[in-house]
């Protein structure tokens, strides 16, 4: 791997990892729906978790179009956050956490969000991850680089 | 919140006033309270700073221009682009109400209209051993209230200034937290002037006093060499005086406003611009300053009227022993060059170094290099390699330094006409006729040519030029490679030369010949600014802005031109070394493309160079697991416009013949002796900054869209990719195809 490469990698890790929520996209019937949520990450960002009433309607969403879209960003709500703020998009696939890689996904979910314990726990609220195609990375106002880590070139595939 | 301090606001607060005034307003205050000779000054807190950039939003603005890209990866042309833009952002910006009233009633009372001096005073500056000076703006003779105004715009923009974004580290410079204050004095117009260092730099124990008539402006910035008293501190003989080689100018104060420089009188050519009497009154007040302060003193001083009064007072900076070689901001900020400095440079280069350097590669030209002996080709060999060395120092010391004539008219037009766009003055320069112009214009008559004539056609196709007998189009193609210089340095061998010219001629041939016409239109803008510029510059700048423009003119085409000029002495040398190159290889003698020309000449006198040199330019390519790639990314607008086509990323001379119309060139720099790419190009996307450089002027000749500046370009754009070239925004936008 190169040292840029890396060093894309290493931005969108620490900037994952600065944030505790995500507005995660998911749509139905081609109307896109945008939720506030809190997430965690694989070290290998090649999975983010999300947690979530079975009730809700991105809930059902998802059960429909498994394709969704996720933004995290460190902005402050400061005019500065147009020179200094960074996004980050991830695309990819939902799919419900499976028994045996539970343990898993919760040690990395509840270590940043350790109130969520109960909320977690609760046999109503769906734990799923999203396996990620590709990010996009927002800096500078407007430098994008994308970073890839499944087979399919096209962000929109 | 209080925005102007007196001196006696010192006495009241008795304390430190250097956090709102600055260093600079602080020391003046106390000079002045403890009844130094000091015009009275006056100082414009450092809220007012903060208000005006408040009030338009120019913190954030600020920020964006600096944040754009890593400033490290930053170029100090392209820092000297965003100063301007931020300097223009001052200008366009509006005073809020009270302030503005407040200046304009202090003004009139304290100053009741008569001309002042407005200078910078930065909490930071001059504060004990590490002094700043001349990192902020001053002005001089500033008359009416607009100025004043205009003025102190200027000085709180020159906290902005290229110098400061350089050192913007050692000064802890910050959007967030830095500030600026103003001090206004009445303009005091001396007889003569200098300065007095009241310990030298260099030796602690002398005393230098360095004086000129008239103003000090022209010391300050080096074009009037001064007369130099040198006295022993310790010891109390007279002092030691030395004599420039002429006193030939003075600075004066303007009519309308500013300074300038003039001859000075006849009677005063041959006489000191001090008597013993004047040095012994500057000397005692260096002393007198250094005793005030506890520090040794560098004093700027002026005399008039037999009165001599202290302008500004700072510590003697040493310079530092084993500066840092590799430091090259000082190097950079010594191009920037005084007016008078330009004028002088201008008419070396043009009456004296373009000519000889022009004989220099005719007469190598004809040089017969076949009818020479191994011994006499090994000598031609090594005087052809001082030729370019010696030219290419001229280029760095006398070239180089004049480009600056640009960038001084784009300070003086945005003074003037204080325009939108802080970069319209390009406008005014563009349109002329350049060598790289006239190459292209060469080229698209040889395509004219083939477009009519098959049987040209088929001969560039397949390379023979050898077969063409039509000797108009012969006659062309020596042009081409001669004046022109495309057999510049990188081609190697001649037959790299035709398959470069046959590949432009032929793609020349597809283009659409009426180019040119778009021209006209942008001639009819151009002189309208022109005339509006030239209107308003006759009554606010100092000097004639006819001759200004024409001076920017020459510096803007010289700056390319210049390079085909060198191009032809690097390409003789060039043609030198390709023919030892082959008289070697015939011989079955095995070279090394890194063969140096001492090695070359040494092999003709029959040594075998001890090591072979392996080429040390390791290029870095980005080793593409294809993992990360670029979407989008940001360089500056340098010639507007929106262009879309393929990437065609040229690395090396020997891929420009690749180019093919309608693609994007994406390039590391591009030079003059490769812009006949141009006119074929939907966009240009360079990696080195700035908007004054090759590719820039090149693109807006042709109104072809243009981002320079890109950080890692040609590494993140491969050769296929589909690329949008905004020349608005300053953005490219990549789309890989698969």
Redesign the interface.
């Given at each position: 791997?190169?040292a840029?490469?890396q060093k894309?990698?290493e931005q969108i890790a620490s900037l994952l990892g600065s944030q505790h929520l995500t507005v995660l996209s998911t749509q139905r019937e081609g109307q896109p729906y945008s939720s506030l949520m809190a997430f965690a990450f694989t070290p290998d960002l090649v999975n983010i978790a999300v947690a979530t009433g079975k009730s809700t309607r991105k809930y059902q969403n998802l059960m429909q179009e498994s394709r969704v879209s996720l933004l995290v960003d460190n902005r402050s709500n400061n005019?500065?956050d147009?020179?200094?703020a960074m996004a980050v998009t991830a695309i990819g696939k939902a799919q419900l956490i499976e028994h045996q890689e539970r343990p898993e996904y919760e040690g990395i979910y509840l270590q940043r969000h350790p109130y969520l314990e109960k909320f977690l726990a609760s046999p109503t609220t769906a734990f799923v991850k999203i396996a990620v195609s590709h990010y996009?990375l927002v800096s500078?106002?407007?430098?994008?680089?994308?970073?890839?880590?499944g087979d399919e070139?096209?962000l929109f595939s | 919140m209080k925005v102007i301090y007196f001196p006696d606001s010192l006495q009241t607060t008795e304390g430190d006033l250097r956090a709102v005034i600055g260093g600079k307003g602080q020391a003046l205050f106390k000079l002045y309270n403890s009844g130094l000779p000091v015009p009275r000054p006056v100082c414009i807190g450092t809220v007012a700073y903060e208000q005006f950039v408040a009030k338009n939003?120019l913190?954030?603005k600020i920020?964006?221009l600096?944040?754009?890209?890593d400033l490290k990866e930053t170029r100090w042309e392209e820092i000297w682009d965003i100063s301007l833009r931020i300097q223009n952002l001052f200008l366009n910006g509006r005073y809020p109400a009270e302030l503005r009233r407040d200046i304009k009633e202090l003004v009139r009372v304290e100053f009741k209209n008569k001309p002042v001096v407005i200078r910078s005073s930065a909490p930071g500056e001059d504060g004990g051993a590490r002094s700043f000076a001349g990192l902020h703006d001053s002005y001089l003779n500033v008359a009416g209230i607009d100025q004043v105004l205009q003025k102190i715009k200027k000085v709180w923009a020159s906290l902005w200034s290229d110098r400061a974004i350089l050192y913007r580290q050692e000064l802890g410079l910050e959007v967030?937290s830095s500030t600026i204050a103003v001090v206004i004095q009445e303009f005091i117009e001396g007889e003569s002037s200098g300065v007095v260092f009241s310990k030298s730099p260099l030796n602690a124990s002398q005393l230098i006093i360095e004086a000129v008539y008239g103003l000090n402006q022209g010391l300050v910035d080096g074009d009037v060499e001064p007369d130099r008293w040198i006295l022993d501190r310790s010891v109390s003989e007279p002092p030691e005086h030395s004599s420039p080689t002429e006193r030939k100018y003075q600075f004066l104060r303007c009519g309308n406003a500013g300074v300038c420089r003039q001859l000075l009188q006849p009677e005063l050519q041959a006489v000191p611009p001090l008597d013993e009497k004047q040095v012994r009154s500057v000397v005692s007040l260096g002393i007198r300053l250094e005793k005030f302060f506890d520090m040794a003193q560098d004093v700027e001083w002026t005399l008039r009227s037999g009165h001599l009064y202290i302008l500004q007072s700072r510590p003697v900076t040493a310079r530092k022993n084993g500066e840092d070689r590799s430091d090259k901001r000082s190097w950079y900020l010594s191009l920037n060059r005084s007016y008078d400095n330009l004028l002088l440079l201008w008419e070396n280069i043009t009456e004296k170094l373009l000519p000889e350097m022009d004989d220099e590669s005719n007469a190598l030209e004809r040089v017969v290099l076949q009818s020479l002996t191994d011994g006499e080709l090994a000598d031609e060999l090594l005087r052809r390699d001082g030729i370019n060395e010696r030219w290419t120092s001229v280029y760095w010391n006398d070239f180089i330094p004049f480009a600056h004539g640009v960038r001084l008219f784009g300070e003086m037009y945005n003074d003037v006409v204080e325009p939108v766009d802080p970069f319209e003055f390009v406008a005014l320069l563009t349109g002329q006729e350049m060598l790289s112009t006239e190459r292209n214009q060469l080229l698209l008559e040889c395509a004219r040519m083939v477009s009519a004539d098959d049987s040209l056609r088929s001969a560039l196709l397949h390379h023979n030029f050898a077969e063409i007998d039509n000797q108009g189009f012969v006659q062309k193609l020596a042009l081409l490679k001669s004046r022109f210089s495309m057999a510049g340095p990188g081609m190697g061998e001649e037959k790299n030369t035709d398959a470069l010219i046959a590949a432009m001629i032929l793609q020349y041939s597809s283009l659409n010949f009426a180019y040119q016409q778009r021209r006209q239109g942008v001639h009819e803008d151009s002189r309208q600014l022109e005339s509006q510029f030239v209107a308003k510059a006759r009554e606010k700048l100092p000097v004639d802005p006819e001759k200004l423009l024409e001076m920017a003119r020459a510096s803007y085409r010289i700056r390319d031109d210049d390079n085909i000029h060198i191009g032809r002495i690097a390409q003789e040398l060039e043609r030198a070394k390709a023919h030892a190159r082959k008289r070697l290889q015939n011989r079955g003698i095995l070279l090394n493309p890194a063969n140096s020309v001492k090695d070359l000449s040494k092999m003709l006198e029959g040594y075998t160079p001890s090591t072979i040199r392996r080429s040390s330019a390791v290029h870095s390519t980005?080793?593409?697991?294809?993992?990360?790639?670029?979407?989008?990314?940001?360089g500056q607008p340098a010639s507007s416009g929106i262009g879309r086509g393929k990437a065609r990323v040229i690395a090396s001379g020997e891929e420009l013949k690749d180019f093919k119309k309608g693609e994007v060139l994406v390039i590391d720099s591009i030079d003059p002796t490769m812009t006949f790419l141009a006119p074929l190009a939907a966009g240009i996307v360079e990696r080195r900054g700035g908007m004054l450089i090759h590719g820039a002027i090149i693109a807006r000749e042709y109104g072809i869209p243009c981002i320079t500046g890109v950080v890692?370009a040609t590494?993140l754009i491969e050769t296929g990719d589909f690329v949008t070239v905004d020349g608005y925004?300053g953005?490219c936008t990549v789309q890989?195809k698969?």
């Open positions: 791997m190169s840029f490469d894309i990698q005019e500065s147009f020179h200094a996009v500078r106002f407007q430098d994008v680089m994308e970073y890839r880590l070139s096209d | 939003h913190r954030e920020n964006l600096l944040h754009r890209k967030a980005y080793q593409a697991d294809k993992k990360v790639r670029a979407r989008q990314l940001q890692n590494l925004l953005m890989r698969e």
